[in-house]
């Protein structure tokens, strides 16, 4: 008899891949066999993103295909909390359930396409199955998140802060970099808050006692000898401790903080900690301990009650903080988002001419930034090899969301492999290198 046959559809941000990472390991072990195309899963499984609207539209559509071209689907993820929604689009999807659901995703894929027990052979590696590269893996250290901010719906449909006990993640750490990941991206819904449901209690990893405390985390993680990279990352003031690591080479000189925007009224109606003044005097003092250090972040522009002048507040605070890599949205109503009920929504037109010229303000930061690099001789983990040469990353860059740094010639590499380069180019993304 043929193992029965999954297709797989991971839509969504980085923790959802890890969500489905655990699920497709749980799949494979059980016997199943994991295939990339339609006409040859027997079932499909489709973890979905909600964030907002576009996203949910996504994951519809998904769902849709997916039942067009193969007929069997179930469904999870995000959106999976919104049933009724899914239903009134696509009736026949076989099985809903919510994120991070594990048991039940499984439980319905064993309902209907029953596994094929073989206790003589074992189908899973040690670091389990995933959907990353060899050489890099996302490395999930608590579901939930206990922030109410007022664009965001994910507590409703991942609830409160749960993080993972500390010998846990450093165990599924360690089995990864044996396996041959060379770069950890640490990510949560908010990675600084590691810990505190659990009141930072002790736990232990080789036989050595360890806080579940994200300093204490980022520090053990370091300890690996692998690249370490911090995502999703509140500035509340302990992010203070975790920098000296960076200037010192334990992790890398990296924080992904969503500060969303600058002027206090909107900050206080997104509900989002900290002031723009505390940010940037923040930043300051990080840069004087660790010089290296690059900042991304991600804004909305366009949120309801938004004045031109507090966007022009928000300029002003791109051109004082000088972050690396950002990205921005324009504000869309997410169904259940408290933000939806504020007065004075922003026409659509002022948030595209917003959008703009956010964009063209950092875009310039970005392109002086990156220009300051030209001559400088770096490191960089290569990605894929192509005809022209390498394509590679700094420690800058984490993958699929900041740039690239092309070398050209070097097909002699291998993904997954260190190297040294000097930069000799540079735009307002990416950058061009020979090898050292």
Same mark, same amino acid.
């Given at each position: 008899?043929?193992?029965?046959?999954?297709?797989?559809? /991971?839509?969504?941000?980085?923790?959802?891949?890890?969500?489905?990472?655990?699920?497709?390991?749980?799949?494979?072990?059980?016997?199943? =066999?994991?295939?990339? #195309?339609?006409?040859?899963?027997?079932?499909?499984?489709? @973890?979905?993103?909600?964030?907002?609207?576009?996203?949910?539209?996504? /994951?519809?559509?998904?769902?849709?295909?997916?039942?067009?071209?193969?007929?069997?689907?179930?469904? #999870?993820?995000?959106?999976?909390?919104?049933?009724?929604?899914?239903?009134?689009?696509?009736?026949?999807?076989?099985?809903?359930?919510?994120?991070?659901?594990?048991?039940?995703?499984?439980?319905?894929?064993?309902?209907?396409?029953?596994?094929?027990?073989?206790?003589?052979?074992?189908?899973?590696?040690? *670091?389990?199955?995933?959907?990353?590269?060899?050489?890099?893996?996302?490395?999930?250290?608590?579901?939930?998140? @206990?922030?109410?901010?007022?664009?965001?719906?994910?507590?409703?449909?991942?609830?409160?802060?749960?993080?993972?006990?500390?010998?846990?993640?450093?165990?599924?750490?360690?089995?990864?970099?044996?396996?041959?990941?060379?770069?950890?991206?640490?990510?949560? &819904?908010?990675?600084?808050?590691?810990?505190?449901?659990?009141?930072?209690? #002790?736990?232990?990893?080789? +036989?050595?006692?360890?806080?579940?405390?994200?300093?204490?985390?980022?520090? !053990?993680?370091?300890?690996?000898?692998?690249?370490?990279?911090?995502?999703?990352?509140?500035?509340?003031?302990?992010?203070?401790?975790?920098?000296?690591?960076?200037?010192?080479?334990?992790?890398?000189?990296?924080?992904?903080?969503?500060?969303?925007?600058?002027?206090?009224?909107?900050?206080?109606?997104?509900?989002?900690?900290?002031?723009?003044? =505390?940010?940037?005097?923040?930043?300051?003092?990080?840069?004087?301990?660790?010089?290296?250090?690059?900042?991304?972040?991600?804004?909305?522009?366009?949120?309801?009650?938004? #004045?031109? &002048?507090?966007?022009? !507040?928000?300029?002003?605070?791109?051109?004082?903080? &000088?972050?690396?890599?950002? +990205?921005?949205?324009?504000?869309?109503?997410?169904?259940?988002?408290?933000?939806?009920?504020?007065?004075?929504?922003?026409?659509?037109?002022?948030?595209?001419?917003?959008?703009?010229?956010?964009?063209?303000? *950092?875009?310039?930061?970005?392109?002086?930034?990156?220009? !300051?690099?030209?001559?400088?001789?770096?490191?960089?983990?290569?990605?894929?090899?192509?005809?022209?040469?390498?394509?590679?990353?700094?420690?800058?860059?984490?993958?699929?969301?900041?740039? &690239?740094?092309?070398?050209?010639?070097?097909?002699?590499?291998?993904? +997954?492999?260190?190297?040294?380069?000097?930069?000799?180019?540079? =735009?307002?993304?990416?950058?061009?290198?020979?090898?050292?």
């Amino acid at each position: 008899m043929t193992s029965p046959r999954i297709g797989f559809i /991971s839509l969504g941000c980085p923790k959802a891949l890890v969500d489905s990472e655990r699920i497709l390991t749980k799949l494979r072990s059980e016997g199943y =066999d994991l295939v990339p #195309t339609y006409k040859d899963a027997d079932l499909v499984v489709v @973890n979905t993103c909600g964030f907002i609207d576009a996203a949910v539209e996504e /994951s519809l559509d998904t769902i849709g295909e997916a039942l067009n071209e193969n007929g069997k689907v179930i469904v #999870t993820g995000c959106l999976g909390a919104r049933e009724a929604e899914i239903r009134a689009r696509h009736p026949q999807v076989l099985k809903i359930t919510g994120a991070h659901d594990y048991e039940d995703v499984v439980g319905a894929v064993h309902e209907h396409l029953p596994p094929l027990h073989d206790p003589f052979v074992d189908l899973v590696p040690p *670091q389990g199955v995933k959907l990353t590269p060899r050489h890099y893996a996302y490395l999930k250290i608590s579901e939930g998140c @206990n922030h109410r901010c007022t664009f965001c719906i994910i507590p409703s449909m991942r609830g409160d802060l749960v993080s993972r006990p500390i010998g846990e993640v450093m165990g599924e750490a360690e089995r990864l970099v044996r396996a041959g990941v060379k770069e950890l991206l640490v990510v949560s &819904q908010d990675t600084s808050a590691y810990g505190v449901d659990l009141k930072y209690r #002790t736990g232990f990893w080789e +036989g050595r006692p360890l806080k579940t405390r994200f300093h204490d985390l980022a520090k !053990a993680l370091g300890d690996l000898g692998v690249w370490v990279r911090l995502h999703y990352v509140y500035p509340y003031p302990h992010v203070d401790e975790v920098v000296p690591l960076m200037a010192d080479g334990k992790i890398l000189p990296y924080l992904d903080i969503p500060f969303q925007h600058a002027s206090p009224r909107i900050l206080r109606l997104m509900k989002r900690p900290a002031a723009a003044a =505390d940010n940037l005097e923040r930043i300051r003092v990080w840069r004087g301990i660790c010089s290296d250090l690059a900042i991304r972040s991600t804004f909305i522009v366009g949120f309801p009650g938004e #004045t031109e &002048q507090e966007f022009e !507040a928000l300029l002003d605070f791109l051109d004082e903080a &000088q972050l690396d890599r950002v +990205g921005c949205f324009k504000y869309s109503p997410v169904r259940g988002a408290a933000a939806n009920v504020l007065a004075n929504p922003v026409p659509e037109d002022v948030k595209e001419d917003r959008l703009r010229r956010f964009m063209e303000r *950092q875009e310039r930061i970005s392109a002086m930034r990156l220009e !300051a690099r030209i001559g400088r001789r770096e490191t960089v983990l290569i990605d894929e090899v192509v005809a022209e040469g390498a394509v590679a990353r700094s420690r800058a860059d984490a993958p699929e969301i900041d740039g &690239q740094v092309f070398i050209d010639g070097a097909t002699h590499l291998q993904a +997954g492999e260190f190297a040294d380069v000097v930069i000799e180019e540079t =735009d307002e993304h990416d950058m061009w290198a020979h090898l050292a």
